[in-house]
C-alpha cells in the first residue's frame, strides 16, 4: 500500500520478464521491469534489486524512462551455473518522495539454465576408404557460449558401436571459425564393404556445465584398388593444363595439381569418368579399367552466356 498524510495509495503494480527464458550456465540475461502506480506517481529514481531464492541482491538499478503507463529499467545479469530452473525476485525498495510513501513491493520470475551445448562436426573424410586401410579426418566441437575447448576428450565408435579412435581438441581453432576447436582423427576402415554409419561423442565435463555432443557420419569402404588410373585436364584451345579440376570415378575422386594431373587408385572395373572445372564443360566417357591407364581430358570453355551462377 502507499500512503500519504491524510489520504491512502494504492500498491505499486510490478511485473519482470526475462530475456531469454532458457540461458547457458554463466551467460547474461536481461531482466525487464515495468512498474506503474495507480495514483499517476512519478516513480522515476524508484530503486528496483534482483535478488536470488536466497534473496541475494545480484543487481540493482534505478527506473529511468516512462514506457507508455509504466515506468520500465532493463537489468543485465549473469546466470548461475547450477543448471535447471531458477526462481528470482524483483524487489522495489519502500520509497517517499514529496510526503507520499509507496511501501516495499516484489514479483517473481522464473528462467531455465541449460548446460552448454556442444555443436559437432565431422569433415574431410576421402570419398571412398580400401577395406581395412587407415585414414584421417577432422572433428570440430563448438560450444554454444564460445567456451574455451582445448583438450577436449571425443571418441569414435563404428557401426557396431566399438570403439574405433579417440582424441584430444587441440589449442587452436579451425582457421576460419570462431570458437570451433578440433582434433585430427585416424581410423581403420572394416573389411566388410559397402556404407556405414559411424558415430563420434563427446561426454559433457566442467566445473561451467558442458553437454554431451554426438555426431553421425557415412563412410563408404570399397575394395582394395587393384590399378591406378591417371587423368591429364587440358583447355581444348588453348592446350593448358587445368589445375584445381574436379575428377570423378564414383566413388574415387581427386583434384587435379598444378600441372593438370590426379592420380585415381581404383578397383577393377567399369566407370564413368567425368571432369569438370569452373567455367568449362564437363568432359564425360566410360572406361572399363582393367589396368593402369592415363587419360587425357580436353575441357572447352562454356560459351559465354552460359556460365552456372547457382
Partial sequence: MAAKTGSMHGRRACTAEVWPQ?????????????????????????????????????????????????????????????????????????????????????????????????????????????????????VGIKCSAGCKLTGRVLSVFDHEGTQVAAAQLVDDVWPGTSGLYFAEVE??????????????????????????GSSSFAIKVVSVPDHEVTVEAFDSEQQNPIAGAHVLLHPYRAFTDGSGVAKVKVAKGRYKLVVSGFRYVAYERLINVTGDVTIRAELALEPEGEEDYR
Fill in 22 to 138: 532458457e540461458v547457458d550456465a554463466g551467460a547474461e540475461l536481461t531482466v525487464a521491469v515495468r512498474v506503474s502506480c495507480p495514483n499517476g506517481c512519478d516513480l522515476t529514481g524508484q530503486s528496483v534489486s534482483i535478488r536470488d531464492q536466497d534473496d541475494a541482491e545480484l543487481a540493482s538499478a534505478e527506473l529511468a524512462e516512462l514506457d507508455g503507463d509504466a515506468y520500465a529499467s532493463a537489468i543485465a545479469l549473469r546466470a548461475p551455473l547450477e543448471v535447471g530452473e531458477h526462481v528470482f525476485c524483483a524487489v522495489l525498495a519502500a520509497d517517499e518522495k514529496d510526503g507520499v510513501l509507496h511501501e516495499e513491493t516484489s514479483t517473481d520470475f522464473s528462467f531455465v539454465v541449460m548446460p552448454h551445448a556442444a555443436n559437432v562436426n565431422v569433415w574431410g573424410l576421402p570419398s571412398a576408404i580400401a577395406a581395412g586401410e587407415h585414414f584421417r579426418f577432422k
Fill in 187 to 212: 581410423a581403420r576402415a572394416p573389411l566388410q564393404i559397402g556404407d556405414h554409419e559411424w558415430y563420434v561423442e563427446s561426454p559433457g565435463s566442467g566445473q561451467v556445465p558442458h553437454a554431451a
